[in-house]
């Protein structure tokens, strides 16, 4: 049965990091200052608990409390959806996605990997989805996330099919990071419910021109604000547009050194954060990857070199009504 009012997800939708103190625990005034930081950047939606959010580092009832603080923080200012969902046990997971959707959130966000634990097939995840839908609140909108951890389980056609059918889901984070099989997804899910979110940002802008409805990769945890300008504005420039979004593919690959720890040292140096801790890092960043300051020094300068073209070009041609928001 689907949800009688179902939110729309779609836009620049960030997976949220959790912060914690330097003991390890949440830091929920630095949850705070990251919810408004990412509301001022122009983000349409907040996903929360899930992998960048170091979900599988927390226990069920810290995910759930995270939950809660989110929905209330946010006060409806945008939508916002969580996982939670990290068990592989069927009547464990059911009881950690009852809890989550208590939180007052606007979806729950299945992960694929965990209705089909084992890579057995079709088959299984089918039985497992429908043992979960058939168990969880009728009216709760629903989401599916192909989390990399602890493996990559990509949706065939015939399973989103089945979840589009079902009319309980709104939108599908696709990590499937090809072009062709996004635009397949958009094409089958095109006049459902289903929203496809791109999350791979080296092909962030052909997946916007291809119909996608939004990204939600990572680096929306260091500049949503360029790629909400390059999914709404990139007419207005076609050559910044191309060069914007080379510049963000090449930044994201700095992914790799270190994430999510790389992400909570710019929110340290910007006064989100009072600590980089990680509970899925377990070395030090610094030590492992050299110059890592340096080269997060050279993101930020690239970032905030395209922030100000944004600005001359808005002040050359002027802002567009309602969809012009400046940041620094």
């Known amino acids: ?39 001022g950047h122009g983000c349409d939606a907040l996903f929360a608990v899930a992998q960048s959010s170091e979900m599988q580092w ?4 810290e995910r759930t409390q995270l939950a809660r603080h989110v929905v209330q923080k946010v ?32 979806a729950v966000v299945l992960v694929t990997n965990h209705l089909d634990p084992q890579g057995q097939g079709t088959p299984v995840f089918l039985d497992n989805l429908h043992y979960l839908l058939a168990r969880l609140p009728e009216d709760l909108p629903l989401g599916l996330y192909e989390c990399p951890a602890p493996y990559r389980r990509l949706l065939s056609d015939e399973e989103l099919q089945a979840c589009i059918i079902s009319e309980r889901f709104i939108m599908l984070k696709d990590v499937s990071c090809d072009l062709h099989v996004v635009t397949r997804r958009v094409a089958m899910a095109r006049g459902s419910s289903l929203r496809i979110l791109n999350a791979n940002a080296a092909i962030a802008w052909d997946a916007m021109k291809a119909g996608a409805a939004g990204f939600n990769g990572v680096f929306t945890n260091i500049h949503p604000d360029l790629y909400r ?41 910007i006064g989100t954060f009072a600590s980089i801790h990680c509970r899925v890092i377990d070395y030090d960043v610094r030590e492992r990857y050299w110059a890592l300051d340096a080269v997060l020094d050279k993101l930020v300068a690239g970032t905030e070199h395209f922030r100000a073209r944004i600005r001359a070009l808005d002040t050359a041609q002027g802002p567009l009504a309602g969809e012009r928001l400046h940041v620094g």
């Open 58 to 61: 927390l226990s069920l009832e």
């Open 1 to 39: 049965m689907p949800h009688a009012a179902q939110p729309v997800i779609e836009g620049i939708v960030p997976v949220m990091l959790t912060p914690f103190d330097d003991a390890g625990k949440i830091d929920f005034p630095g949850v705070d200052r990251l919810i408004e930081w990412y509301l």
């Open 75 to 106: 006060a409806g200012r945008v939508p916002v959806v969580v996982s939670g969902h990290i068990s592989d046990n069927l009547d464990t997971q059911v009881h950690e996605l009852n809890a989550m959707a208590a939180s007052g959130a606007d």
């Open 229 to 269: 300008w390059l999914r709404l504005e990139s007419a207005r420039d076609p050559q910044l547009a191309e060069e914007l979004a080379t510049f963000l593919v090449l930044a994201a690959t700095t992914e790799s050194l270190g994430y999510p720890a790389l992400a909570k040292i710019y929110h340290q140096r």
